[in-house]
């Protein structure tokens, strides 16, 4: 009988899943609530439902017979499978229980603290306190700097530097502001190398794909700094790997996560080790497609594989090494200011440049950039050479070249920066 697969999300980056699950021949579906979803034309029916709607979409699942159900690259997507699974009696590698180790920031953290794994110091504020004393008080233990963070958002929305106590209360402020919740996390801030790091949990064991090196540039003060750009494979992976992969080991057999995706973006400093940021049972969104242009290892197939063909993912996890990339790639973010777009030629132009394996132009001229949308980006650009060294020196043309300019012909662009790798 012909599979029936439901992929949660319809947004540019599920258009290669879609179109991958078509190629097996599975009857495709797919829903969430952007109605001009692009992996919507691909696929054999499309549903606008909201992922939230977790009893309507469990009836969807019943009305097309679906016996599988897959999504990534977003931890609320993420989330709301797990619960529509339960709901509609599908398999899924983590049942709802087991969500708030990798969605509630301060279990996560607790967690963390608990099996004495490395993570910044931290503290739950009350969102409504404003009083400068108390939260000194409540804060006394951290070491400055600082960060606050809502714990119930994602995609770094909500989240600030504070340098020293002036600093506090206008913080805790700002981000209450993005919360619904009755507290926020402040936290202390790793200046250190950033990572991102995904892997695949089978039978048990945490198995590396792929580990990255997340470069990140400040663009205001008191901001925290932005992605713009993730290097494939890590220069540092010597450095990060055996402690890295123990620490995932550690916390999965605490939460019983057996299977599936799980990512983890971390710090390292020399003399200190790493220390963890923030875990999630999916993989990177923009991002996965490195793998397979680095590696030509598909997080497509994998996550095809699990859901109807598990005995390839044990395949597919045994011939990946890290250590042997055939290409050196990146993914480059272009972040702005929220302006109109009148001219963006020289984003044009810097996608025809031979490096570029594919790139993603997020907004139309005239269009209004928006905080937070569906397009996360100005732009973004996957490229590739045969050095890290050449990779570099590509980067930086295109840091330099990269322009969009407002009718006044004002600069939209903010200007990205690579951090220096002197250890």
Not at 162 to 186: H, M, N, P, Y
Not at 214 to 229: D, H, I, V, Y
Not at 334 to 340: A, D, I, S, T, V
């Amino acid at each position: 009988m012909k599979h029936r697969l439901l992929i949660l999300g319809t947004l540019g980056e599920f258009v290669q899943l879609v179109k991958k699950s078509k190629e097996r021949g599975y009857y495709t579906i797919v829903c969430d609530g952007y109605p001009d979803g692009p992996a919507r034309q691909y696929a054999d029916a499309s549903y606008v439902i909201s992922v939230t709607d977790i009893d309507a979409v469990a009836e969807l699942c019943q009305k097309e017979k679906v016996d599988g159900i897959v999504t990534s690259f977003s931890d609320l997507l993420m989330e709301c499978m797990v619960k529509i699974a339960e709901k509609a009696g599908l398999p899924c590698y983590l049942k709802p229980e087991q969500l708030c180790w990798y969605r509630d920031k301060s279990a996560c953290r607790e967690l963390l603290s608990k099996l004495g794994l490395p993570t910044p110091g931290f503290v739950k504020v009350p969102a409504a306190e404003q009083n400068e004393y108390k939260l000194a008080e409540i804060t006394a233990g951290l070491k400055y700097p600082l960060i606050s963070k809502p714990l119930d958002k994602y995609g770094s929305r909500g989240i600030f530097i504070i340098k020293d106590q002036e600093q506090l209360a206008g913080s805790v402020r700002k981000t209450a502001e993005f919360t619904d919740l009755d507290e926020i996390l402040i936290e202390e801030y790793n200046d250190g190398f950033e990572f991102n790091m995904m892997t695949w949990v089978s039978d048990g064991a945490v198995r590396v794909i792929s580990i990255a090196d997340r470069e990140k540039t400040q663009f205001a003060e008191g901001e925290l700094p932005e992605s713009t750009r993730n290097v494939y494979p890590s220069c540092l992976i010597d450095k990060v790997e055996e402690s890295a992969v123990s620490l995932l080991q550690s916390y999965v057999e605490y939460t019983g996560q057996k299977e599936g995706p799980l990512s983890m973006q971390f710090f390292w400093k020399a003399g200190e080790g790493i220390q963890v940021c923030e875990i999630a049972a999916r993989f990177f969104g923009y991002e996965h497609e490195l793998t397979d242009m680095v590696y030509r290892f598909n997080m497509e197939e994998l996550l095809l594989n699990y859901v109807y063909d598990n005995e390839y993912v044990t395949k597919m996890l045994e011939a990946q090494d890290i250590r042997k990339p055939l290409m050196h790639g990146a993914v480059l973010y272009f972040h702005g200011r929220l302006k109109q777009i009148q001219e963006q030629q020289a984003a044009y132009e810097l996608a025809e440049d031979k490096a570029v394996v594919k790139p993603w132009i997020f907004y139309e001229a005239g269009e209004e950039v928006v905080a937070y949308g569906p397009n996360p980006y100005l732009a973004l650009y996957y490229i590739e050479a045969g050095s890290r060294e050449e990779l570099d020196e590509i980067t930086r043309d295109f840091f330099k070249k990269m322009s969009m300019t407002d009718p006044d012909g004002e600069e939209i662009v903010f200007q990205n920066k690579i951090p220096k790798y002197s250890l």
